[in-house]
């Protein structure tokens, strides 16, 4: 037996429960404790902390409590705490390897503070309000590795506070509000791989500043103010793998900067104001492999700008104000597999213009002012991805596509056209994309299809035309897509379709035609699609459902009639065997008479929600043997029609609110 219970009540009662124990469970004291403990093995972890006499004594009961011996306390971290002083005596007989401080008044480090603790290799100080370190401030850490002093409002770093860390590999240094440093500040770090002093206030790069940084492998100098580079500044750095300079205000370059920079593989010089690149200024960057200029304010590309750069797969130039793409400007570029033009002002793309870039996977053109493609456009490019959004094309001309090829080894063909002011589609538009497999045109403004519109795409399995301006779509306009396995048709204006408007799609699985007219459906209308899996008309104006709507799709999992106009359910669904879940809610539904007049065998889940049904006899249920789920909020239920219902013993309808 299946019981229909006051359900409303039992929710409410069980929502307030779960609100109160959550509040319980969450609701923070007024003041945190002080306490030591250790979460971890050999780490012990201290906040509230207020003096080195307070630090000293919990760490000792901390100790007998935990019955661990201090000789094997490896990592120490101090936080939330109104410590604002530090004794040379703070961590006598520790021997510890890693010590953190955060969220402290700390303001500075006394001499000799780190005297004894020859094993630390790792030191983490953050939120503090440490002004500065004075010269030998680490002195005699023989065994750091990693320094991290990351967003303490440090003003000054003098000269020698650096003194003595011939180990060191790591050095932070971001979010301190930096404006200068010392010329001779990393001298003599001769181990280091790792620097990062980005997100500070550098102006002024001085010429022996990486000076016998022999071992720097990145440089992290992102977020400053730096407009121009010492010469030989970056001399040194013959190990440089990583060189970032994004978000400063470089406006010039020259060849000389980056002259000695032979193991470069990144170089990242977006959102600065770089308004030209000399020609060959790359050049002695043989092994460079990404290179980012995006969002400067480029006009114009030299032919020689991108010269000996022939191991790049990855150049950004978006977001500038490039206004054409110079023939041969990529040549050069014979490994590139990625170029990002898009946010720029181009207004006609050559032929020629990506000519012998044979490793080219992705080219993106989004965003520019393109009226037009020329015929053969591509012809000299065969790139798996070609974007094209948000363009000013009205129309794809025959021809446009001839030659534009996948290569072999790709795998996927994608074209995007989406957001062009798109109004037709001509006969053989796409001829040539044979290996295409997406297809976006969506967010344009195509009112019709012709028939032939898709000749030659043979391998097309995704096509996107969701919010056009769709109102028709013709007979057999879909047809030469025999492959097509998804069609996203949604938020058009189409009224109606006939029995040959899906003609030839056979291979189709997913159709979304949500968010349309259609008020009246032809009888045959799905006849075509035999291996549809997943259909959507939700928020259509379709008043009534017959069983010959859907009764031969026997393949079909999914049905969505959400936001409809229906109001009698009596049989609709016969046929629907494979049906899992059903989607009715939102419509008018007074009478719900019967879903099918023969078995649903595999119907999990019927949404039944916001409709105007009073009461609901099992009896309209009984050809759904595995119903786990039906959703009933916001129906017109009354309290005398909850009565029990006999249901089969594998049926469990929950969620209902009356």
Sequence with gaps: MLVFLHYLNVRMFLALLWILLCSKLVAPSETEQPSCGFPYYKKLTCNQIVSVEDFRNRVNQSVISGSFPLEELQEIEIANSTLDFLTSETFDDFNVTSIKISRSNITEIPINFFNGLLNLMAIKFEYTTMGRFPSDSFANLVSLE????????????????????????????????LKNLDETLLNNLTSLETLNLDNNEIQVLKSQTFKELSKLSLLNLTSNLIGTFARGVFDDLVSLRKLLLEYNNVGELDRSIF???????????????????????FSDLKNLQELCINDNRLKELGISSFAGLGQVTSLELQGNEIEMIPLGIFHNLKSVQDINLSGNKIEFIDDKAVQGLAELNSLNLDNNNIKRLEKGAFSHMNCAYLYLRNNHLTTIEEGVFAGYQKRNNSGIGFLYLSGNPLRTLENNAFSGLSQLLELHLDNTNIRAIKEGAFNGLLSLSSLLLGNCTLESIESKSFAPLSKLSKLNLTFNGIDNLDNDSFAGLNQ????????????????????????????SLRANRINEVESYYFGHLKQLRSLDLSYNNLTCINGSFSGLRSLQYLLLNDNDVSIFASLSEDQLDDLVFLDLQNNNLTKLDSKALENAPSLKTIELLGNQFELNEVKEHPAPPTTLLHDILM
Excluded at 169 to 174: F, G, V
Excluded at 513 to 532: C, Q
Aim: charged share 20%; no cysteine.
């Design 146 to 177: 990693v320094l991290d002093l990351d967003n303490n409002d440090i003003g000054n770093i003098e000269g020698g506070a650096l003194n003595g860390l011939a180990k060191l590999k790591l050095l932070s240094l971001s979010e301190n509000g």
């Design 259 to 281: 002259m000695k920079l032979e193991n470069l593989r990144v170089l990242k010089l977006g959102n600065n104001n770089i308004s030209k690149l000399p020609n060959n200024v």
């Design 508 to 535: 189709l699985t997913v159709l979304d035609l949500g968010y349309n007219n259609l008020t009246d459906l032809s009888s045959g209308f799905l006849d075509e699609l035999p291996l549809l899996r997943n259909l």
